[in-house]
């Protein structure tokens, strides 16, 4: 299994009709290149998207469902998607938001706490604390992904991003260190890294995480949800 570990079978441009489906990074490498000047346009997009604060759950949410069409190779105009997205899934957007600001902080409160108490037990509960953390950004990978493409009630979004991100975790942990490495290096090195950030780093996270997602939602989510909707035809 490659890279990322995706295998479509539609065919790219200028390829001959016999030629095996490009999969892994040659796929991601592929759409990239393409896509690679409205990634720059869909972060700045982001970015003016979220000057009202209160906007930024359903801001993600738009973008992740354009960087969801890339993935998928399918035809799309960005600003007419991003805005239909945007309306279309703001409310789901921004309870996941909501969902996530809310354990974040509590999160970093138990951490803070832990790291000015002493004591072994507490030292515990720092590396406990901090490896619960990583695995919540790593099922943030998922949830909006899921969030802005399937009807499912937020903890069933957040069930089913857990399961996959166990499944597929030597991918999401990939993902979430390449992800979690750009905005580092675009936050530390400001403001050498401002046309970074307004241009690039947030709509190739989404890309990213959006191409690790993908697979395993249409393998499992997608699967499961058309075979009960037979079920319930029949």
């Known amino acids: 299994m490659r890279l990322f570990f995706f295998d479509y079978n539609k065919e790219g441009r200028g390829v001959s009709k016999d030629a095996p489906p490009k999969e892994g990074l040659a796929l991601f490498g592929d759409i990239f ?9 869909l972060n700045l997009l982001f970015i003016i998207c979220c000057i009202p604060i209160i906007s930024i759950g359903p801001a993600i949410g738009a973008m992740t469902s354009v960087t969801v069409k890339m993935v998928q190779d399918k ?3 960005l600003f007419y998607d991003f ?6 899934n703001w409310k789901q957007s921004f309870l996941v938001w909501l969902f996530v600001i809310a354990f974040m902080v509590i999160l970093g409160r138990l951490l803070a706490f832990c790291i000015a108490t002493e004591g072994l037990i507490y030292s515990i509960a720092t590396s406990i604390i901090i490896i619960i953390g990583v695995f919540f950004c790593i099922i943030l990978i998922y949830i909006y992904p899921m969030s802005i493409g ?8 957040v069930k089913n991003s857990m399961l996959l991100s166990v499944v597929y975790m030597k991918y999401s942990f990939v993902t979430f260190i390449l992800c979690i490495s750009l905005i580092e290096i675009s936050i530390l090195f400001c403001p050498f890294t401002i046309p970074v ?8 996270c989404s890309f990213l995480s959006s191409f690790c997602a993908w697979n395993g939602i249409k393998k499992y989510i997608l699967k499961s949800e058309k075979e009960r909707n037979s079920e319930d035809r029949e």
């Open 75 to 77: 035809p799309s105009d």
């Open 150 to 157: 399937i009807n499912l009630p937020l903890r069933i979004i």
């Open 83 to 88: 805005k239909e997205a945007f309306k279309k």
């Open 197 to 204: 950030l307004f241009l690039f780093t947030f709509s190739f």
């Open 33 to 41: 290149a393409r896509e690679f000047t409205s990634l720059l346009k």
